[in-house]
């Protein structure tokens, strides 16, 4: 299903143009909003949803504030003494990067650098004390690579966050997510 | 002079920190051997660590360490529990014990020997030689250790000390072969495997298990939520129905499976040097 669904996306887009030019989406004044719907690595129903917030500062360099929120399927339909672990993670960043590609497609690659709130709820019935909550932060470094297509002041983006830390062993699984979305361009000038 | 005065004080203050006897671990107390399992059919390397000036005219407490040739911070587990028992048995003056390491092979034994059960989650069908190895444990390792060793041959005079499938394992020897061991050191144990059937084993032994006489250590990290929230629940048991169990437990801050796993070994050991 999820094949059917990408392969639905993928082909309108060849018929979409990129940034009404790319000279101006190079301008200074460029600033986008986007909101992402996707999948996250760490659970097979693990949910993610993006906020970025995106401003021009030079020609090819942009900034970045980036919000994520994972959170997974809930299941209180647990079997005596089995286990059950729902998470919940707020990640924020901020971070720089370069916007490359012309016409159709334009990419932007980003290093960002912020922090996660992993928030998680451990459920096993039938215990003396059947639930355990736990919260934890973490600093974060991460790379996102964004792609965008679209016209004028509305546009499909995509995106790929790939958390660089924890580095080594860790207590947290990295956890990388691909999300789809539309954009919005707060500012246009010809 | 007063600065002078003042300078040789603080010399003198911070190189008493120095004072403290350190140990070097000394390999020539090891003694390797390996032994053929005809229960589990597999031959596991053997680390014995005699403690220094051994003797045969004294019987020594037996420390079985499961996993015993994995590596922990770069050093070999067998290595630093040999020195935390020395220091232990300085601090405490009480003689030292002998250390038995079992290897435990590649990533699919350990699986078959350590889990009580198959698995059914990942790794799916893994486990459920738990029974044999705990033969291999009583019927194999300890006679051997008992007929070349100057060794306390009750079950008061043997400890057994696991980690995650290692911890696991302690269990199943505290519920299925309680005679074996008295004395477990129980670090962030992996009960949640095969939903928890440790605990169902646990419930079916505790009327025959309920008036022995234990030495218990219970140590987990904060941040392994699947394996805290059984360790809690097996303290919670061992607290309610083992009257007679010294127990003692230690929840390490902000530390996961792995980066926890030093210091319940430390303390594992202090206590159970300070209750033999």
Not at chain 1, 4 to 23: C, E, G, H, R, W
Not at chain 1, 70 to 80: G, H, I, T
Not at chain 2, 109 to 122: G, K, T, Y
Request: charged content about 20%.
């Amino acid at each position: 299903m999820k094949c059917v669904i990408f392969i639905a996306l993928l082909i309108p887009m060849k018929n979409i143009f990129a940034q009404d030019s790319t000279s101006n989406y190079l301008s200074k004044n460029n600033q986008v909003l986007e909101f992402k719907l996707g999948l996250g690595k760490l659970q097979p129903q693990l949910v993610a949803f993006d906020f970025n917030y995106q401003r021009n500062i030079l020609k090819h360099i942009s900034t970045l504030a980036f919000s994520q929120i994972d959170v997974s399927a809930w299941d209180r339909n647990a079997k005596k003494n089995a286990l059950v672990i729902n998470h919940l993670h707020f990640l924020q960043t901020v971070g720089i990067g370069s916007t490359i590609g012309r016409k159709r497609f334009n990419t932007g690659l980003f290093l960002l650098g912020g922090g996660r709130i992993y928030h998680t709820h451990t459920i096993v019935e039938g215990l003396h004390s059947p639930n355990l909550y736990t919260t934890k932060f973490l600093p974060e470094l991460g790379l996102l690579l964004n792609l965008k297509i679209g016209k004028r002041k509305y546009y499909f983006s995509t995106q790929l966050y790939f958390p660089l830390t924890p580095f080594g062993n860790s207590i947290i699984e990295k956890n990388p997510t691909l999300t789809f979305g539309v954009g919005y361009k707060l500012t246009s000038k010809k | 002079m007063k600065n002078l005065k003042f300078l040789f004080l603080t010399v003198f203050v911070f190189t008493l920190h120095s004072c403290k006897k350190e140990f070097n671990f000394d390999d020539t107390l090891v003694r390797q051997t390996s032994i053929q399992s005809k229960f589990t059919g597999s031959q596991y390397p053997i680390y014995i660590v005699l403690p220094k000036n051994y003797s045969v005219n004294k019987k020594y407490e037996t420390l079985y360490v499961l996993d015993g040739d994995d590596e922990l911070d770069g050093q070999l587990v067998y290595k630093q529990i040999g020195l935390m028992c020395q220091n232990s048995s300085s601090k405490y003056s009480k003689e030292n014990v002998i250390i038995v390491a079992i290897s435990s092979l590649g990533q699919d034994e350990r699986f078959r020997d350590l889990a009580p059960v198959p698995s059914v989650v990942q790794p799916i069908g893994q486990g459920g030689g738990s029974e044999n190895y705990a033969k291999f444990l009583e019927l194999e390792v300890k006679p051997y250790i008992e007929k070349n060793f100057s060794v306390d041959t009750t079950s008061k005079g043997r400890v057994i000390c696991g980690h995650s499938l290692g911890g696991t394992m302690t269990g199943y020897m505290f519920t299925k072969h309680p005679d074996v061991f008295s004395n477990y050191l129980t670090l962030s144990p992996a009960f949640w495997w095969g939903d928890g059937v440790m605990l169902k084993y646990e419930e079916e032994a505790r009327a025959k298990n309920s008036s022995n006489e234990l030495i218990t250590f219970v140590g987990y990290g904060e941040f392994e939520e699947g394996i805290r929230i059984y360790a809690e629940e097996w303290i919670y048991r061992l607290k309610s129905y083992y009257p007679n169990c010294q127990l003692e437990t230690n929840l390490v801050k902000k530390k996961g499976h792995i980066s926890s796993a030093k210091e319940n070994i430390s303390k594992s050991i202090d206590f159970y040097y300070s209750k033999k």
